[in-house]
């Protein structure tokens, strides 16, 4: 097995495992956690693809392309955490409803 396989079946299961638990929790913290593990994933299977060798660097456009999306997960972290506390100071909650719960308001 070549370490660029094992790098995109590390991606893939990563970002599995992101996807289960944005579908799955209920918790907007969980869910923005849930989102940087699937871009962890998605990182990880550029690095990947841009690999030219077991030797050789890989390829620099991929490497750029990788490091503007940590750049751009970093800033939708804090984007989405900054919402998560204002919904938090005006509704004291942060969850969903799901509707059952909703039907019952």
């Known amino acids: 097995m070549t370490t660029p396989l ?7 299961l990563l970002f599995s495992i992101g996807l289960h638990a944005l579908l799955i929790r209920r918790h907007l913290l ?8 699937m871009g962890s994933g998605v990182f990880m299977v550029f690095i990947a693809i841009g690999a030219r060798g ?4 890989g390829d620099p456009v991929t490497q750029v ?8 997960s970093l800033c939708f972290t804090a984007v989405a955490i900054a919402l ?8 004291n909650c ?10 019952l308001d």
Not at 30 to 37: E, F, Y
């Open 6 to 12: 094992l790098y995109a079946g590390g991606g893939i």
């Open 30 to 37: 969980r869910k923005i956690l849930a989102i940087n593990i």
């Open 54 to 57: 077991t030797d050789a660097v």
């Open 65 to 72: 392309m990788v490091l503007t999306g940590i750049v751009v």
């Open 84 to 91: 998560t506390i204002r919904m938090h100071n005006l509704t």
């Open 94 to 103: 942060t969850t969903f409803a799901t509707d059952e719960e909703s039907s």
